[in-house]
Every structure is written in C-alpha cells, then in structure tokens.
C-alpha cells in the first residue's frame, strides 16, 4: 500500500513531462485515463495517511512536494487517526 499515492504521482509527472513527437493521442489518453481512474487512490486516507503510507521511511512524506497543501493533509490524517485509535483504545 505504500507504493500505490506515490507510483501514482510519478506516473502522471512522468506523463506531463512527455513531449513526444509521435504518439500524442496515446500520451494523452493515458495521462486522461490516470487522472480519472487513479484519483480515488489519491483521495483514500487510507492510501495517502495510513501508517504503512504515510510512516514507511522509504517515503514519509517525500513524494509531497514541499509547496503542496497535500503535506499538511496527509499528516492531519495520520493525527486524526492516531487520536481517533488512542480514544478506541482508552474505552477498551
């Protein structure tokens, strides 16, 4: 699960970053099919926060750029999820 938000992410900058002289339409109904398939996994808490995500130390937060809202997002999910665990836990 850990690789899933940012092999997406690569695969699109990758996409963008093409320039090619032959097969256009093909770069382009690619980077469309990405875009349209793929978000759900790039709005699932459960893929972008999740402790194996967010916390695994070949990722943390690198693939988020620095300037992207999407950092402080995924570390707001990770601590709403441990407190929402802590407060489970404490009713056990």
Not at 50 to 62: A, E, N, Q, T
Not at 65 to 71: A, D
Not at 72 to 80: D, G, I, N, T
Request: aromatic residues 8%; positive net charge.
């Amino acid at each position: 699960m850990s690789n899933v938000v940012p092999n997406i992410r690569d695969i699109r900058e990758n996409l963008e970053s093409l320039n090619p002289t032959y097969c256009k339409q093909l770069v382009t109904d690619l980077l469309k099919s990405v875009k349209i398939r793929l978000i759900k996994y790039e709005k699932n808490n459960l893929y972008i926060a999740s402790p194996v995500g967010l916390l695994d130390p070949r990722f943390k937060v690198k693939w988020c750029k620095e300037n992207q809202p999407y950092r402080e997002v995924c570390k707001s999910a990770v601590l709403q999820d441990m407190i929402k665990y802590a407060a489970a836990a404490d009713t056990l």
